[in-house]
């Protein structure tokens, strides 16, 4: 959960997002490294008034900052399309959930049951209660189990969303006629808050993402009284 004033990520709910802060962190210091480099550069050529004839042509130098550049950008390249692969890579998901975006609200298809399905609109804030978070809380959260592998199989039905949640590094276009596909795994139990991330019309502020995680044992239990509730 964001909190006021944060100037960094949230804190990592899933084993991806917690390679995407490492990443930026590595990336982060190669900047303020370069940054620092240039920096220097740039004042001692402000501030001095020698010269050095050896300097003015040589090859050495030229060679040295067209391989470093290289080399700096194969440091950063590497670890980034790892991550990319580990995004996409999907192996033998627990749950299968079906997200479909409306104006203005989310519905969820649990594919691995029979019916169990349910819409997800943001609470009013005249029906909040103390503790909860105006414009992120929903009558109906979608839980999942925690510590099990869950595809996420997005789509929309009328315009462009987009299903978010910063703190289990998911983010997935919602396209109507096309289905995305998505993974995450909850490292921990908890509620994890997400927003629509797509422009999709006067009330796209209001359509939020709730994902309860609970024990696997619990989670049982909540869909056979949701079943025994369709």
């Known amino acids: 959960m964001a909190y006021p004033s944060q100037l960094g990520f949230q804190d990592a709910a899933s084993p991806l997002m917690e390679e995407l802060l490492h990443f930026h ?5 190669i900047v303020l490294l370069i940054s620092v480099l240039v920096l220097y550069i740039i004042v001692v050529m402000v501030t001095t008034t020698l010269t050095d004839k050896l300097i003015l042509d040589s090859q050495l130098v030229e060679t040295i900052w067209t391989i ?30 079906k997200a479909i975006g409306h104006q203005w609200y989310w519905s969820y298809e649990y594919t691995d049951y029979k019916e169990l399905s349910f819409d997800s609109y943001m609470t009013p804030t005249q029906d909040l209660t103390p503790g909860q978070f105006r414009l992120l809380e929903v009558d109906h959260r979608m839980v999942v189990p925690s510590e099990s592998p869950v595809r996420m199989l997005v789509t929309a039905e009328d315009v ?14 919602a396209v109507p006629g096309r289905l995305n596909q998505a993974t995450f ?3 921990r139990p908890g509620i994890f808050y997400g927003q629509c991330s797509e422009i999709c019309g006067a009330n796209h502020s209001f359509m939020p993402i709730v994902i309860e995680s609970i024990p696997l044992s619990h989670f049982k239990d909540w869909t056979s009284v949701m079943m025994e509730d369709e």
């Open 185 to 187: 795994l909850a490292n």
């Open 68 to 97: 470093l550049p290289a080399f700096i950008l194969a440091v950063i390249a590497i670890p980034s399309l790892r991550i990319l692969y580990l995004m996409d890579e999907i192996n033998e998901p627990h749950l299968t959930i």
């Open 160 to 173: 462009l969303h987009s299903w978010a949640v910063p703190s289990l590094g998911v983010k997935m276009d």
């Open 25 to 29: 962190d590595h990336a982060l210091m």
